[in-house]
T-cell receptor
Framework: GESVGLHLPTLSVQEGDNSIINCAYSNSASDYFIWYKQESGKGPQFIIDIRSNMDKRQGQRVTVLLNKTVKHLSLQIAATQPGDSAVYFC?????????????FGQGTILTVHP | NAGVMQNPRHLVRRRGQEARLRCSPM?????VYWYRQLPEEGLKFMVYLQKENIIDESGMPKERFSAEFPKEGPSILRIQQVVRGDSAAYFCASSQSPGTGSGPQHFGDGTRLSIL
């Protein structure tokens, strides 16, 4: 079936390092991808998105890379800070009969050590 | 606060009772989505609604669960005769339009439902 999943469930980095969080998706028809950050006790917070006609998109300290050939998505966080510690989810629009349905991956726990 | 508002933040019910979860979308958003999150897991889609219409309820359990988004007022997720397995965090999201047309869905901070 269609799914979006993550390679690594946990990632620990030192403050100031760059972080890379990976995501694999299986639906070749997916055309829109989103990264969310979820802090404890809160809802998912939008970080950055990318459409399937792009390979790369940059935001403030974050970059998303999309490799459609191998159906892989990554989130790069530059100069990681303790405030970046959270669970990170990738999600995609499944399209098809429901253009509103987001499919979420399992999540990666990012821990930033001062 | 112009974000997605959910209430209550925490809800405790005994088995067999009813749970009602409310969601007010962001201003200007007419599309509402409900998701459920179990501990240590990602969010699972439940239902997608527009005003007075259910567009996709493919993620809703067949029994005991219902959702509405009336012309006036918040969207309601209703769970009848709750069981322990219904304990989870329930998140609501909204968008201006479905799909990729207007960007991502924006989420509220959820309702944490605990069943005794």
């Amino acid at each position: 079936g269609e799914s979006v999943g993550l390679h690594l469930p946990t990632l620990s980095v030192q403050e100031g390092d760059n972080s890379i969080i990976n995501c694999a998706y299986s639906n070749s028809a997916s055309d829109y991808f989103i990264w969310y950050k979820q802090e404890s006790g809160k809802g998912p917070q939008f970080i950055i998105d990318i459409r399937s006609n792009m390979d790369k998109r940059q935001g403030q300290r974050v970059t998303v890379l999309l490799n459609k050939t191998v159906k892989h998505l990554s989130l790069q966080i530059a100069a990681t800070q303790p405030g970046d510690s959270a669970v990170y989810f990738c999600a995609d629009y499944s399209g098809g009969t429901s253009y509103g349905k987001l499919t979420f991956g399992q999540g990666t726990i990012l821990t930033v050590h001062p | 606060n112009a974000g997605v508002m959910q209430n209550p933040r925490h809800l405790v019910r005994r088995r067999g009772q009813e749970a009602r979860l409310r969601c007010s979308p962001m201003k200007g958003h007419s599309h509402v989505y409900w998701y459920r999150q179990l501990p240590e897991e990602g969010l699972k889609f439940m239902v997608y609604l527009q005003k007075e219409n259910i567009i996709d309820e493919s993620g809703m359990p067949k029994e005991r669960f219902s959702a509405e988004f009336p012309k006036e007022g918040p969207s309601i997720l209703r769970i009848q005769q709750v069981v322990r397995g219904d304990s989870a965090a329930y998140f609501c999201a909204s968008s201006q339009s479905p799909g990729t047309g207007s960007g991502p869905q924006h989420f509220g901070d959820g309702t944490r439902l605990s069943i005794l």
